[in-house]
T-cell receptor, first 110, second 112 residues
Framework: KQEVTQIPAALSVPEGENLVLNCSFT??????LQWFRQDPGKGLTSLLL?????REQTSGRLNASLDKSSGRSTLYIAASQPGDSATYLC?????????FGKGTRLSVIA | DAMVIQNPRYQVTQFGKPVTLSCSQT?????MYWYQQKSSQAPKLLFH???????NEADTPDNFQSRRPNTSFCFLDIRSPGLGDAAMYLC???????????FGPGTRLLVL
C-alpha cells in the first residue's frame, strides 16, 4: 500500500529565503507525482506535475524534482514571499488514482 | 473562469438526515473524483468515475454513494450522516487517469 510522507510538517521562514519541502513515497511504481497548494478552508491548486520519466519541472519560482528509484521528491521555492504562505501537499499516482501526504504548512514572515 | 464548481460551499445537516453535495465541471474531462479531507489530514479518495464507470475505494463506507448523470455533473450522497462525517469534501477532475487533477473549492459539511 502506497504511503506518502512529508517533512517537515510545518515551516516558518523570513521573506526572501529559498526553501525546500520534502516528500517521500514507499512504492516507486508511480505514474506521476503532483505538488498542490492549499489555502486555509479552500480547495487544492495544482502547482506542478512530474511524470515518472521526468526528473524535474519548473514553474516560475517553483522547481520540483523527482527521484523515483529512491522514492523522493522535493519542491524548491525561490525568494519566498508572504503570499506563498499555505499548506503544500504532494501526491502520487500509481495503482491507485492519487495518494496524498499530510502536507507541509508554510509560513513566510514579512 | 470557474472550471470545477462545488455547491454549496457550506452545508449544515442533522445527524442521520440525508445530504447531497454537487460538483460540476466545464472542462469536459473524462474522470471525476470525490475526496474527503478532515482537519489537518490528507485528502482521502472516496471514489471516482471514469466516464460512466464507477470505481469505489475499498474502505469507503457504504453510507457514501455517488451519481454521475452526465459528463458535467457528479453528486455525492451521504445517506445517514454521522458526526464523524463532518469534513471538507473535494471534487476533482482530470482529462484521463494519471493526468493533472483540477480541484473545486470544496464543500465544508457540518453535522449537528
Amino acid at each position: 500500500k502506497q504511503e506518502v510522507t512529508q517533512i517537515p510538517a510545518a515551516l516558518s521562514v523570513p521573506e526572501g529565503e529559498n526553501l525546500v519541502l520534502n516528500c517521500s513515497f514507499t512504492d516507486s511504481a508511480i505514474y506521476n507525482l503532483q505538488w498542490f497548494r492549499q489555502d486555509p478552508g479552500k480547495g487544492l491548486t495544482s502547482l506542478l506535475l512530474i511524470q515518472s520519466s521526468q526528473r524535474e519541472q519548473t514553474s516560475g519560482r517553483l522547481n520540483a524534482s523527482l527521484d523515483k528509484s529512491s522514492g523522493r521528491s522535493t519542491l524548491y521555492i525561490a525568494a519566498s514571499q508572504p503570499g506563498d504562505s499555505a499548506t503544500y501537499l504532494c501526491a502520487v499516482t500509481g495503482n491507485t488514482p492519487l495518494v496524498f501526504g499530510k502536507g507541509t504548512r508554510l509560513s513566510v514572515i514579512a | 473562469d470557474a472550471m470545477v464548481i462545488q455547491n454549496p460551499r457550506y452545508q449544515v445537516t442533522q445527524f442521520g438526515k440525508p445530504v447531497t453535495l454537487s460538483c460540476s465541471q466545464t472542462l469536459n474531462h473524462n474522470v471525476m473524483y470525490w475526496y474527503q479531507q478532515k482537519s489537518s489530514q490528507a485528502p482521502k479518495l472516496l471514489f471516482h468515475y471514469y466516464d460512466k464507470d464507477f470505481n469505489n475505494e475499498a474502505d469507503t463506507p457504504d453510507n457514501f454513494q455517488s451519481r454521475r448523470p452526465n459528463t458535467s455533473f457528479c453528486f455525492l450522497d451521504i445517506r445517514s450522516p454521522g458526526l464523524g462525517d463532518a469534513a471538507m469534501y473535494l471534487c476533482a477532475t482530470s482529462r484521463n487517469r494519471g493526468e493533472t487533477q483540477y480541484f473545486g473549492p470544496g464543500t465544508r459539511l457540518l453535522v449537528l
